[in-house]
């Protein structure tokens, strides 16, 4: 079975400050992982996906995330937050692809002051 | 660009009606999911479908069913519909480089 953790429900960050978005996983296969953005009213949009290439994964809107098997976690950063970035982020992750079934962690809300 | 399609944004039903949710995908793609999305829980995988005619259970298949009798449309049916089941539901699609997901439909049962 996989699993993914994002611990906390909520995070606020000042405009041009760091984000820093965390997920844990666990998988019994060498997972494949996600990370997707929603902003209010719309579905999931597809951030950045690690399919077992390069272990540092850049996306979409400046944001990147870092693949590390021996803490088990692919945390989401970016380096300057903007206005924009405000929406809920999701991590999840596949036993066996980006076209399969994806198990998804609870969702955490960025907010960004000004 | 992908598209998916669901046919209702807001959708209101009364305890024990059978609901039919709709999804279309315009880019003949062969997977295609069905996810609820509550507060606190995140999404859950309610049905799935790799091919036409063909579906498998997923997390939460409980109260729910599924049709897909063309490669671009994957429904779901709340069988008799329950206030548990008040929710948003999200369709996605894939070919193989993540999910295009619709923009969902929230349905609230009272």
């Known amino acids: 079975a996989q699993s993914v953790t994002q611990l906390g429900s909520h995070v606020s960050v000042s405009e041009g400050a760091l984000v820093l978005l965390r997920c844990n996983y666990s998988s019994s296969v060498p997972p494949y992982l996600f990370w997707y953005v929603q902003y209010p009213n719309q579905g999931l949009q597809l951030l950045l996906k690690y399919t077992s290439a390069a272990t540092l994964v850049k996306g979409i809107n400046g944001f990147e995330a870092e693949f590390k098997k021996s803490e088990t976690s692919f945390h989401l950063t970016k380096p300057s937050a903007h206005m924009s970035d405000a929406a809920e982020y999701f991590c999840a992750v596949s036993r066996t692809g980006a076209n399969s079934k994806l198990t998804f962690g609870k969702g955490i809300t960025l907010s960004v002051r000004p | 660009d992908v598209k998916v399609t669901q046919s209702s944004r807001y959708l209101v039903k009364r305890t024990g009606e059978k609901v039919f949710l709709e999804c279309v995908q315009d880019?003949?793609?062969?997977?295609m999911f069905w996810y609820r999305q509550d507060p606190g829980l995140g999404l859950r995988l309610i049905y799935f479908?790799?091919?036409?005619?063909?579906?498998e259970k997923g997390d939460i298949p409980e109260g729910y069913s599924v049709s897909r009798e063309k490669k671009e449309r994957f429904s779901l049916i709340l069988e008799s519909a329950s206030t548990n089941q008040t929710s948003m539901y999200l369709c996605a699609s894939t070919l193989g480089s993540g999910y295009t997901f619709g923009s969902g439909t929230r349905l609230t049962v009272v």
């Open positions: 880019m003949d793609h062969e997977n």
């Open positions: 479908s790799y091919d036409v005619k063909m579906k």
